[in-house]
């Protein structure tokens, strides 16, 4: 994928020759004859916009000037998920770029970028995708670290055409990130207590101090969105295998904190919310608090208002956790495919045929198969002296 932009300036203001900066909290204006009274107030406005921004970049961790000194924030959105579950057409169509999705290899990146009003100020989102289903997690290291744990958002994908694929997609994803966050957090904590306990008192706050179940919840201490993908196949399905999905996927969203939203490119509707919930979390957008529970209608249900109550009890499997329950109830409706550990070899793939290097590369694989072979044969003759003279 490619850079992106996400919205525009009505003009583009350029800096004056004549504005220089005392020291970091003042700026000053020289009096010039040049400048008429109409410059003069533009220019003041201006001034007085970049000072209002200085004061709201020191209130903000995710906030940075600069160099032409214009505060602007920063986010980091990680989309990960099931192969060829849309991970890559949720982003495009959020960044409102319409080409056709490419297959992502490993991990990808692009940004977007949105104009804070009429003034110059651009607030920017950093999105990383990883591609290769569970088998490359472990890359979740590169975007998951102490420097943009502040603004990081997760969002995990799962296929709702392909059950099949769903809990062991959504158990090995959740873990990989819940151990990969609280080791940053941990970290951050020698660094910056009090910021570490800031982030894990926030993931906490959605569900407020009266829900009756945050006692009994394992919240992952950062933003978290679970997407259902590929709505348009998945509400064909039999009634009682989408009640058992959706009912499971609540859950498991409730238990971790995350909201749940299904998604698909080709109902517009559902687009929308999908577009909306990522840009609250990479611009801070109002969000839509629309709650749909129905198993016949596309879900979509923010962290901290769903309920046990609400979303009911699997059957019982003896002392197991709820969570367990859940997990027992959908492997005994949905046995679950086992995916490869290991990535396939992107050498081999039509897409990336280059005939010159390919050509290349068969040469030095012929040439050391011939090599192994003259190694193979000395060592023969070698055993066999050494036989002769024993």
């Not at 999105?127 to 969002?155: D, F, H, K, Y």
């Not at 679970?226 to 989408?242: A, C, L, P, R, T």
């Not at 969570?323 to 492997?331: I, R, S, T, Y």
Request: charged content about 25%; some cysteine.
């Amino acid at each position: 994928m490619s850079q992106t932009s996400v919205g525009r300036t009505g003009y583009e203001v350029v800096k004056p020759p004549d504005i220089e900066s005392d020291d970091e909290s003042s700026i000053t204006v020289k009096k010039t004859r040049s400048f008429n009274k109409d410059t003069k107030l533009i220019w003041n406005l201006c001034i007085n916009t970049v000072k209002k921004s200085e004061i709201t970049s020191k209130k903000s961790d995710t906030s940075l000037i600069s160099e032409k000194g214009i505060s602007h924030a920063e986010t980091t959105v990680l989309v990960v998920g099931a192969k060829s579950s849309g991970k890559t057409s949720i982003i495009l169509r959020f960044l409102d770029r319409e080409e056709p999705p490419k297959p992502t290899t490993a991990l990808d990146y692009t940004f977007g970028r949105r104009t804070q009003g009429h003034n110059m100020n651009k607030d920017v989102t950093h999105m990383w995708e990883l591609g290769g289903g569970v088998a490359l997690s472990g890359l979740l290291e590169v975007p998951i670290n102490e420097q943009c744990i502040r603004s990081l958002s997760t969002v995990i994908v799962v296929d709702l055409s392909r059950p099949q694929s769903i809990w062991t997609t959504l158990e090995t994803l959740i873990n990989v990130i819940k151990n990969r966050v609280k080791k940053v957090i941990g970290t951050l904590k020698h660094s910056s207590p009090s910021e570490a306990n800031m982030l894990v008192a926030e993931s906490l706050a959605m569900y407020g101090p009266h829900h009756t179940d945050k006692d009994h919840l394992d919240i992952v201490p950062i933003p978290l969105v679970i997407i259902g993908s590929k709505y348009d196949e998945f509400q064909n399905f039999d009634s009682e295998k989408k009640k058992i999905i959706t009912r499971t996927l609540r859950y498991v969203a409730h238990h971790f904190g995350a909201h749940l939203c299904y998604f698909s490119s080709k109902v517009e509707s559902l687009v929308a919310k999908t577009r909306g919930l990522l840009g609250h979390l990479a611009f801070n957008t109002q969000l839509s608090k629309a709650v749909v529970t129905d198993h016949n209608k596309p879900v979509y249900i923010l962290a901290g208002m769903d309920a046990v109550s609400q979303i009911g009890s699997p059957p019982s499997s003896g002392s197991r956790s709820i969570l367990e329950q859940w997990k027992h109830l959908f492997l005994s409706t949905f046995p679950q495919e086992k995916e490869a550990t290991k990535p396939t070899d992107p050498s081999l793939d039509v897409q990336y045929k280059e005939p010159i290097i390919d050509s290349m590369r068969a040469q030095k694989d012929e040439e050391l198969a011939r090599f192994k072979k003259q190694q193979e044969r000395k060592q023969r003759e070698e055993d066999r002296r050494k036989g002769l003279k024993g």
